[in-house]
C-alpha cells in the first residue's frame, strides 16, 4: 500500500514537472514598461517588450525603428498641446499651436519596421481605461521610404497608419475601433506616396482606407463593418482594388474627384447606403465589371449606386459583366 501510495506521489510530481518546463519564461523585457514622450531618435534602436508612449516621439530621418514580435505599445491619452505650450504634442501642422494629430504618435521621417508573427503580434494601442476611436494620434510616416507593418494589431487611434508621401507595405494586420484605420496622400515632401495593402483585417473602424494623390495596392482584404465608409478615393490616385471584401460599411467605396478608375474581382455587397457612390465634382466614369455585387438581379445592382442615374453631372458605374457567385479566396 505504501509503495503505491509513494508511487502515486512520484507521478504527480514528474505530471508537474513536465507541465512546468511547458511554460514559456517571462522574458526580462517583458517585466519592465519604457516610458517614452516628447523624444527624438537619433539613430537605429530596438522596441521589445512594454512601450508606454507619453508624448510623441520622432523618429527622425537615417534612422530605423524596429519592433519585435509581442512589443505591446499604449498611448497616453494627452491633451492637444504643444510642447512650447506646456503640452506633448512636438509639431504643428494647419496653424500656429495647433498639432498634428489631437494625441499622442510616433512620427517617422526616417524608418519603422514593425514585424510581429502570427501567435506574437505587435500591439499599437491606447493606455486609457476607457478607450474610444482617436484617443491617441496616429504613426505617422513623413516622407519615409521602406516601411513595413507585419502582424500588427491597431486600435483607437486617430488615425492607425498615416503616410504622407512615404513608401510602406502592410500585411496581416488587424485594425479596429480607430478613426480611420489607414490614411495616406502626397504631401510637402519630395517624395511619391506608395502604400501596399494586402491581406488586412478593417473592420469597425469609423472609416476604412482614404487616399489621395497615391498608387495603391489593395488586394485581399476584409474591409468590413466601418461606420462612415470602406474606401474613400480622392484626387489623383492609382493602383489596384481586386480581392477584397467590401461589405456591411456605410458607403463601400467613395470616390471624390476620382481619376478614372478599375475595380475588379471583389466582393462589394450589402453596404448600407451605397456600395460604391460619386462625390460632387466626379465626372469620371467606374470600371467595375467582375465583382460580386450580392445579387444577380441588375436593377438591383444598379440601386446601389450613386452615378449618372441619380445625379447627370456625375460618371456612371459600369458593372457589367457581373459576377454571378461570390468571388472565393479574397480574405486568406
Given at each position: 500500500?505504501?509503495?503505491?501510495l509513494l508511487?502515486?506521489?512520484?507521478?504527480?510530481?514528474?505530471t508537474?514537472?513536465a507541465?512546468?518546463?511547458?511554460?514559456k519564461?517571462?522574458?526580462?523585457s517583458?517585466l519592465?514598461?519604457k516610458r517614452l514622450?516628447?523624444y527624438?531618435?537619433?539613430?537605429d534602436?530596438t522596441w521589445?517588450?512594454?512601450i508606454?508612449i507619453?508624448?510623441?516621439?520622432y523618429?527622425?530621418?537615417?534612422?530605423?525603428?524596429?519592433?519585435?514580435?509581442?512589443t505591446?505599445?499604449?498611448?497616453?491619452?494627452i491633451?492637444?498641446?504643444l510642447e512650447?505650450?506646456g503640452?506633448?504634442?512636438?509639431f504643428?501642422?494647419g496653424?500656429?499651436?495647433?498639432?498634428y494629430?489631437?494625441g499622442?504618435?510616433?512620427?517617422?521621417?526616417g524608418?519603422?519596421?514593425a514585424v510581429?508573427?502570427?501567435?506574437?503580434?505587435?500591439i499599437f494601442?491606447?493606455?486609457?481605461?476607457?478607450p474610444?476611436?482617436?484617443?491617441?494620434g496616429a504613426?505617422?510616416?513623413?516622407?519615409?521610404?521602406?516601411d513595413?507593418f507585419?502582424?500588427c494589431?491597431?486600435?483607437?487611434?486617430?488615425n492607425g497608419?498615416?503616410?504622407?508621401?512615404?513608401?510602406?507595405?502592410?500585411?496581416k494586420?488587424?485594425?479596429h475601433?480607430n478613426?480611420t484605420?489607414?490614411?495616406?496622400m502626397?504631401a510637402?515632401?519630395?517624395n511619391?506616396?506608395?502604400?501596399?495593402?494586402?491581406?488586412n483585417t478593417?473592420v469597425?473602424?469609423l472609416?476604412?482606407i482614404?487616399?489621395?494623390?497615391?498608387?495603391?495596392?489593395?488586394?485581399h482584404?476584409?474591409?468590413?463593418n466601418?461606420?462612415?465608409?470602406g474606401?474613400?478615393?480622392?484626387?489623383?490616385?492609382k493602383?489596384?482594388i481586386?480581392?477584397?471584401?467590401?461589405?456591411r460599411?456605410?458607403?463601400?467605396?467613395?470616390l471624390?474627384?476620382a481619376a478614372?478608375l478599375k475595380?475588379?474581382?471583389n466582393?462589394?455587397a450589402?453596404n448600407?447606403e451605397?456600395n460604391?457612390?460619386l462625390?460632387?465634382?466626379?465626372?469620371n466614369?467606374v470600371?467595375?465589371?467582375?465583382?460580386?455585387w450580392g445579387?444577380i438581379?441588375?436593377v438591383?445592382i444598379k440601386?446601389?449606386f450613386?452615378?449618372?442615374r441619380?445625379?447627370d453631372?456625375l460618371?456612371l458605374?459600369?458593372f457589367?459583366p457581373?459576377?454571378k457567385?461570390?468571388v472565393?479566396d479574397?480574405?486568406k
Amino acid at each position: 500500500m505504501r509503495k503505491i501510495l509513494l508511487s502515486s506521489i512520484l507521478l504527480v510530481m514528474l505530471t508537474s514537472l513536465a507541465s512546468c518546463a511547458e511554460v514559456k519564461p517571462i522574458a526580462k523585457s517583458e517585466l519592465h514598461e519604457k516610458r517614452l514622450g516628447l523624444y527624438t531618435m537619433m539613430k537605429d534602436a530596438t522596441w521589445e517588450g512594454r512601450i508606454r508612449i507619453t508624448g510623441d516621439v520622432y523618429v527622425k530621418k537615417g534612422a530605423t525603428l524596429t519592433i519585435k514580435p509581442g512589443t505591446v505599445i499604449r498611448f497616453d491619452t494627452i491633451a492637444p498641446r504643444l510642447e512650447s505650450q506646456g503640452g506633448r504634442n512636438m509639431f504643428s501642422v494647419g496653424g500656429p499651436g495647433i498639432p498634428y494629430f489631437p494625441g499622442a504618435e510616433i512620427i517617422v521621417r526616417g524608418r519603422i519596421i514593425a514585424v510581429g508573427t502570427k501567435d506574437r503580434p505587435i500591439i499599437f494601442t491606447s493606455d486609457d481605461p476607457s478607450p474610444r476611436p482617436g484617443i491617441w494620434g496616429a504613426v505617422n510616416l513623413l516622407g519615409s521610404n521602406g516601411d513595413v507593418f507585419k502582424y500588427c494589431r491597431i486600435s483607437y487611434a486617430y488615425n492607425g497608419i498615416h503616410n504622407h508621401a512615404s513608401h510602406a507595405k502592410v500585411t496581416k494586420c488587424i485594425f479596429h475601433d480607430n478613426g480611420t484605420a489607414l490614411s495616406f496622400m502626397k504631401a510637402n515632401f519630395n517624395n511619391t506616396c506608395v502604400m501596399d495593402i494586402e491581406d488586412n483585417t478593417i473592420v469597425g473602424n469609423l472609416s476604412g482606407i482614404s487616399a489621395r494623390y497615391a498608387h495603391i495596392t489593395i488586394l485581399h482584404n476584409d474591409i468590413s463593418n466601418n461606420k462612415f465608409y470602406g474606401i474613400w478615393l480622392h484626387e489623383g490616385d492609382k493602383g489596384k482594388i481586386a480581392y477584397n471584401d467590401i461589405m456591411r460599411n456605410g458607403k463601400g467605396i467613395f470616390l471624390f474627384r476620382a481619376a478614372p478608375l478599375k475595380v475588379h474581382w471583389n466582393n462589394i455587397a450589402h453596404n448600407r447606403e451605397y456600395n460604391i457612390a460619386l462625390a460632387v465634382e466626379t465626372p469620371n466614369n467606374v470600371d467595375a465589371a467582375d465583382n460580386w455585387w450580392g445579387t444577380i438581379d441588375p436593377v438591383k445592382i444598379k440601386a446601389r449606386f450613386y452615378d449618372k442615374r441619380t445625379d447627370d453631372s456625375l460618371g456612371l458605374v459600369n458593372f457589367r459583366p457581373f459576377l454571378k457567385k461570390r468571388v472565393p479566396d479574397t480574405v486568406k
